[in-house]
């Protein structure tokens, strides 16, 4: 699927937070059914279920389409018309999608409304252009954009709060599949569902949002109530992967987290593993650490981001690379060849060479992510709010020494080993 920087995707667990809100949105959707039996759109009345379908997705179009007129660049909501996504075979999909769906959109379209920018289409086997639509002045007559009030939404934990996925194909995507209810999977989700509870009602904040909102790097609202998160495993296998998303941090560069987040009030401090996969890896092969810096391949601190992802996506790889991974040839010097450097890097670290190739990385991304389950939710019964972040938490900076020692004893319980690193970045002044 391809993206566009401006562009915010639908978000179907937006709800309407207000007494207020609510009476628009009803009030909205009484307008639409009674638009469709004037028209002749619809023969017959909809049943109650029905209708109640039918109210669920003018919520949820309503929502996105007020926090899409709150965001200053002006993009266009991207919104799912395809039929293999809205009645998903696996069970998997939201309640808000289907012909109730669709049918709200056709709706908003045919009162003038919204308007349809485009409809989506393919354009290939493998890559799909997706249908566009924006408010039409005429909306402000039936919702609060003017100003759009974002503040009356609010976003649901999402039903899903663990998912398992195939993996990934040629263009990047893995399907979701369904699963079997199991003690594990209880469990697993049972984690995610008291981490949720403890962040909804923790005090985070985003600066900057009184003239408006923007968009992250995930075409997804930057805003304080998208803390809901869910653990995404990988592979078809529950050993593989396991990482967080959902979080409105996680689509946000790097140096505006710092300037924007606050957390209980304070700016935030960035505590994270350094070399974490490799040193895992170390780990798994019963060597010894070696010394300094990981990355430092050539031994003079040069192409340390290509060594770095050469090595992180050979850990990765399920077989020998056979072409350069994105991002990582610029990072070497000119008519470097990449059998030289991957023959370079297993010398380097010979101790671990035997173990590139053999799809570790995604075994290694569980105990990762094992990991900040486990700190997350030791921090929170100290009441400590720590926003995860990969290999890394994001705390409030009177918590990052906190966090760190949690981070240590973390590694330290999962490996036997003492051999983390631990780095903490705070904000600069």
């Not at 309640?95 to 290939?124: K, M, T």
């Not at 593989?240 to 959902?246: D, F, K, N, T, V």
Request: net charge positive; proline share 5%; with cysteine.
């Amino acid at each position: 699927m391809t993206q566009s920087p401006n562009i915010m995707w639908f978000d179907p667990l937006l709800r309407a937070k207000t007494n207020e809100l609510v009476r628009a949105v009803q009030c909205l959707r009484d307008a639409l059914l009674l638009h469709e039996t004037d028209s002749g759109a619809r023969k017959r009345a909809r049943k109650e279920a029905d209708k109640a379908k039918f109210g669920l997705a003018v919520e949820a179009l309503a929502c996105n389409l007020i926090l899409l007129s709150a965001i200053e660049s002006g993009p266009k909501l991207a919104v799912p018309r395809s039929h293999g996504f809205l009645w998903r075979g696996d069970g998997s999909a939201n309640p808000v999608y289907g012909q109730h769906f669709l049918s709200a959109i056709d709706g908003l379209a045919s009162l003038g409304l919204i308007e349809e920018e485009r409809r989506g289409y393919r354009l290939s086997a493998r890559m799909r252009v997706p249908s566009l639509v924006r408010p039409s002045t005429a909306l402000a007559q039936h919702l609060p954009l003017a100003p759009p009030d974002w503040r009356s939404v609010k976003q649901i934990d999402d039903r899903a709060l663990i998912i398992l996925k195939e993996g990934k194909d040629d263009d990047g995507r893995a399907a979701t599949i369904a699963f079997r209810e199991t003690a594990n999977t209880r469990q697993l989700a049972g984690q995610m569902r008291r981490i949720n509870e403890f962040l909804r009602s923790a005090d985070i904040e985003v600066t900057g949002q009184n003239t408006g909102l923007s968009l992250g790097k995930d075409g997804q609202v930057i805003a304080p109530y998208r803390r809901s998160l869910r653990r995404i495993f990988n592979n078809a296998n529950w050993r593989h992967g396991g990482r967080l998303a959902g979080g409105f941090w996680m689509g946000m560069e790097r140096a505006e987290r710092f300037e924007r987040i606050r957390i209980d009030g304070e700016r935030i401090a960035d505590v994270d593993y350094r070399q974490l996969f490799p040193r895992l890896a170390y780990v798994r092969a019963g060597q010894p650490q070696p010394e300094g810096d990981i990355y430092n391949v050539a031994g003079d601190g040069s192409g340390r981001d290509g060594w770095k992802r050469l090595m992180n996506a050979m850990l990765f790889a399920d077989g020998p690379l056979r072409n350069w991974p994105e991002g990582t040839l610029q990072h070497f010097p000119s008519g470097t060849k990449l059998r030289d450097a991957i023959e370079m890097l297993a010398t380097r670290h010979a101790p671990i060479a035997d173990l590139f190739g053999t799809g570790l990385g995604f075994q290694l991304m569980r105990i990762e992510s094992d990991m900040l389950i486990g700190i997350i939710t030791h921090l929170a019964s100290l009441g400590v709010t720590a926003l995860p972040l990969h290999d890394a938490v994001l705390v409030a900076e009177s918590k990052a020494h906190v966090a760190a020692d949690a981070m240590q004893a973390a590694f330290s319980m999962w490996t036997g080993s003492s051999c983390a690193i631990v780095s903490i970045e705070f904000c600069p002044r």
